[in-house]
């Protein structure tokens, strides 16, 4: 049974930082994308960032490109969103997922599996 568990959301103010990560279970990770998505209350899900199964080409959308690094860890079977700078607008529920479709690495069509959710709350 594949399982995906984050952690590492919270409460922060506006400028400071969360490392977000993922824990993945009954799968074999490192054939897999894996990818960050959040939804804010009110709104669609949206991507964030991705990172390719080999760790050699990573995705972001635009508003987080330069404040937020996707990194993972295939021994460890862990994927971690590095966020820094976060704004009020960062606030949402971030989940990581898994998929093996590179042409839809940036769209949550692309993705088979999904974890739960971490709450981001960024005060301004």
């Known amino acids: 049974q594949v399982q995906l568990v984050e952690s590492g959301g919270g409460l922060v103010q506006a400028g400071g930082s969360l490392r977000l990560s993922c824990a993945a279970s009954?799968?074999?990770?490192?054939?897999?994308?894996m990818g960050w998505f959040r939804q804010a209350p009110g709104k669609e899900r949206e991507f964030v960032a991705a990172i390719s199964w080999s760790g050699g080409n990573t995705y972001y959308v635009d508003p987080v490109e330069g404040r937020f690094t996707i990194s993972r860890d295939n021994a460890k079977k862990m994927v971690c969103l590095q966020a820094n700078s976060l704004k009020p607008e960062d606030t949402a529920v971030y989940y990581c997922?898994?998929?093996?479709?590179?042409?839809?690495?940036?769209?949550?069509?692309?993705?088979?599996?999904w974890g739960q959710g971490t709450q981001v709350t960024v005060s301004s």
């Open positions: 997922a898994v998929g093996r479709s590179i042409v839809a690495i940036t769209r949550a069509d692309g993705y088979d599996y």
């Open positions: 009954g799968l074999t990770l490192n054939i897999y994308n």
